[in-house]
């Protein structure tokens, strides 16, 4: 989702995982529900309010159509979900 709360025209489809670790530069490695593990930084709405993301959160992830193993940070979802 864009900062408006609509997903962008390039966005792929977004997933849901759990972060994995921290990575330099402000990257997260997400481990999604089906598998596989990707590479995501945070999107431009959660940096302007200031969310923290930790190891061990549920998130929901908007994965690059370019490159798969490359994604965004769009929800944190709360731990009763």
Do not use: C, T, W
Request: proline content about 2%; overall charge positive.
């Amino acid at each position: 989702m864009d900062s408006d709360g609509e997903r962008s025209a390039g966005a792929g489809p977004a997933l849901i995982g759990v972060v994995a670790g921290l990575l330099p530069s402000g990257l997260y490695r997400v481990r999604l529900d089906e598998g596989s593990q990707i590479v995501a930084h945070i999107a431009d709405r959660f940096a302007r309010n200031f969310i923290r993301v930790l190891v061990g959160d549920r998130v929901r992830v908007e994965v690059s159509r370019v490159d798969i193993h490359r994604g965004r940070i769009v929800e944190k979802i709360a731990a009763g979900s």
